[in-house]
Structure formats: structure tokens, C-alpha cells
């Protein structure tokens, strides 16, 4: 099957900086995309979606843009805090919900 | 806590074996989406199941099978288990069976000795 992925399997930023986590797709026909975070030891918490029929969606510090001519995907995090390290997925929806794909994951580590 | 519960926690088995993994998704959740997690594979979609029956399936080998009963619990059952079917198994519900907001379990991770 097609794939998602990510660009920056790491990522460290300052405490207090902005964060941008980006993510590649290649199904053009996909029509929901997620971005999850993972901590150690625990299971993907949902942060964020988005539909194919909108290019940014905007929640509590995280943004999501989406730019379907490139498929490109990406998650912004606003004044990064230590608790935001995490390994953060992107997922893309297939069909409908007939395929999930995710990405290999970005790893972000906030420094103090 | 997202209210999806998995168990059990840990299991270690042999080749050969089979296991059997059990989910209870969120109350008034009524799809059950198990993934299989490997650190050379990430995350995988095994199979979905909606109210009971099978929605969707993903990259889940013929070895592997799943049912949701009823009362909407989940079993993934692992058969003739080899050294790479090692991972976390996650299973995760959702309200409705589009695949959208999905609540994760805290996963079961299963070692094949």
C-alpha cells in the first residue's frame, strides 16, 4: 500500500519555541489525516485532525496545515513545553475508512 | 486515561503458541481498530470491526484473527506465533465507524520467546 512519511525523524527544540512536525503523503485520495502523540509506555493520544476539504484547522497550541497540490502535511505546536516530548505520528484515512496509514513517527524532545 | 482498556498488559509466550488479546473499547463506542506496533514495521492497521461486524481490514496475516462480541468487546487472536510477531498490539474504539477520533488503549506488548 502507499505510504506516509515523515521528513524529520527528530526533532529538539527550546522550551517556549515553536515546533513544526511535517509529514509527506503520497494517496492523494485520502480524505482525513490525524496527528497523534505518543509518550513512552503509553498508547497514541489523539491531538488533531483535519479533512481534505480544508487546509488548516487550528486547536488548544496545535495547528494543522494541509497542502494537498504537495501532499504535505504539518503539525505546528505553539510555546513548546516539556510536556510535549513525545513521538508525534501523522495518519492518513483511506477510502473512507477502509485503510489507516501512518507515518514512522517524529521524536521531540524539548530542552529546558 | 482515554477509557479504552486492553489486556493483558504483558505476555510472554513460545513459537508456536497462540494468545489471545481482549479489548473493551470507550462506553457508547461502538468500533473496535486493532494495530500492531514493531519498531521495524511502526504502526500497523490489523483490522476494524463496527458494531460486531468486520469493517475494514489492513495488513493482519491469516494467522491472525479478531471478533467483536455483543457487548462490543474486542478479541485479537494470535495463532502459531513467530519470533516477529513480538510488538504492542493496540487496540483502539471509536464512536462511530468512519475511523475518525480514534482512543487508543494502552496497548498489550507481547514477547515470542
Known amino acids: 500500500g502507499e505510504s506516509v512519511g515523515l521528513h524529520l525523524p527528530t526533532l529538539s527544540v527550546q522550551e517556549g519555541d515553536n515546533s513544526i512536525i511535517n509529514c509527506a503523503y503520497s494517496n492523494s485520495a485520502s480524505d482525513y489525516f490525524i496527528w497523534y502523540k505518543q509518550e513512552s509506555g503509553k498508547g497514541p493520544q489523539f491531538i488533531i485532525d483535519?479533512?481534505?476539504?480544508?487546509d488548516k484547522r487550528q486547536g488548544q497550541r496545535v495547528t494543522v496545515l494541509l497542502n494537498k497540490t504537495v501532499k504535505h502535511l504539518s503539525l505546528q505546536i505553539a510555546a513548546t513545553q516539556p510536556g510535549d516530548s513525545a513521538v508525534y505520528f501523522c495518519?492518513?484515512?483511506?477510502?473512507?475508512?477502509?485503510?489507516?496509514?501512518f507515518g514512522p513517527g517524529t521524536r521531540l524532545s524539548v530542552l529546558p | 486515561d482515554s477509557g479504552v482498556t486492553q489486556t493483558p498488559k504483558h505476555l510472554i509466550t513460545a513459537t508456536g503458541q497462540r494468545v489471545t488479546l481482549r479489548c473493551s473499547p470507550r462506553?457508547?463506542?461502538?468500533?473496535v481498530y486493532w494495530y500492531q506496533q514493531s519498531l521495524d514495521q511502526g504502526l500497523q492497521f490489523l483490522i476494524h470491526?463496527?458494531?460486531?461486524?468486520?469493517?475494514a481490514k489492513g495488513n493482519i496475516l491469516e494467522r491472525f484473527s479478531a471478533q467483536q462480541f455483543p457487548d462490543l468487546h474486542s478479541e485479537l487472536n494470535l495463532s502459531s506465533l513467530e519470533l516477529g510477531d513480538s510488538a504492542l498490539y493496540f487496540c483502539?474504539?471509536?464512536?462511530?465507524?468512519?475511523?475518525?477520533?480514534?482512543?487508543f488503549g494502552p496497548g498489550t506488548r507481547l514477547l515470542v520467546l
Open positions: 495518519a492518513e484515512i483511506e477510502n473512507y475508512g477502509q485503510n489507516f496509514v
Open positions: 483535519i479533512r481534505s476539504n480544508m
Open positions: 470491526y463496527y458494531n460486531g461486524e468486520e469493517r
Open positions: 483502539a474504539s471509536s464512536v462511530d465507524g468512519t475511523g475518525e477520533t480514534q482512543y
Open positions: 462506553s457508547g463506542d461502538l468500533s
